[in-house]
């Protein structure tokens, strides 16, 4: 999983999964779900981010997973 966050369009695309987005779906003003061909959700994709979700702070728990940091 990936979150990438655009300043330049205030926008925040999370990233589920590698496979490619076949369709999306508004689901409310500025949030956009991303489907596989199999109809597998794969990303989310959030317009005004800033004003939409906490961005200041990241909190991970209990994630099978290695994390990796990439401050920019």
Do not use: C, F, W
Not at 39 to 55: F, H, M, R, T, Y
């Amino acid at each position: 999983m990936k979150l990438n966050y655009y300043p330049e369009t205030d926008s925040l695309y999370i990233d589920l999964s590698e496979k490619t987005s076949v369709e999306s779906k508004e689901i409310s003003e500025g949030v956009v779900l991303d489907y596989d061909v199999e109809g597998n959700l794969v990303g989310i994709d959030i317009d005004n981010a800033s004003k939409k979700v906490q961005l200041k702070e990241l909190t991970l728990r209990r994630l099978p997973a290695d994390i990796h940091a990439v401050v920019a």
